[in-house]
């Protein structure tokens, strides 16, 4: 059974650091990070391939950085200088579709349960 369990969120001031985890059942090819906030649709937010492909949201360039700990099926993502716009619900999603790993969420048919990140100002 495929599973995937994100852990890290919580509450942050704005320009504080979060950092995600994510942990997988199964050796994807690609993993990566979505969100949804209240009333938003569910958005790309960052994507990782196995053979080291990368693809980040504009909106997230330069603040936050996935990384893979392949050994241990294990994503992350490390959040840096958050704001309240980055306030959503965080899920990891999997594919193991080899050479396709976008940030695009309806391509990715595993997912987990989420976690909740909060920024106050």
């Known amino acids: 059974q495929v599973q995937l369990v994100e852990s890290g969120g919580g509450s942050v001031q704005a320009g504080g650091s979060l950092r995600l985890s994510c942990a997988a059942s199964?050796?994807?090819?690609?993993m990566g990070w979505f969100r949804q906030a209240p009333g938003k649709e569910r958005e790309g937010v960052a994507a990782?391939?196995?053979?080291?492909?990368?693809n980040y949201a504009e909106s997230v360039k330069g603040r936050f950085t996935v990384s893979q700990d392949r050994a241990k099926n294990t994503l992350y993502l490390e959040m840096n200088g958050v704001n309240p716009e980055d306030t959503a619900m965080y899920y990891c999603?999997?594919?193991?579709?080899?050479?396709?790993?976008?940030?695009?969420?309806?391509?990715?048919?595993?997912w987990g349960q989420g976690t909740q990140v909060t920024v106050s100002s």
């Open positions: 990782a391939g196995r053979d080291g492909r990368i």
């Open positions: 199964y050796s994807f090819y690609c």
């Open positions: 999603a999997a594919d193991s579709a080899w050479g396709r790993c976008s940030i695009d969420p309806a391509v990715f048919p595993y």
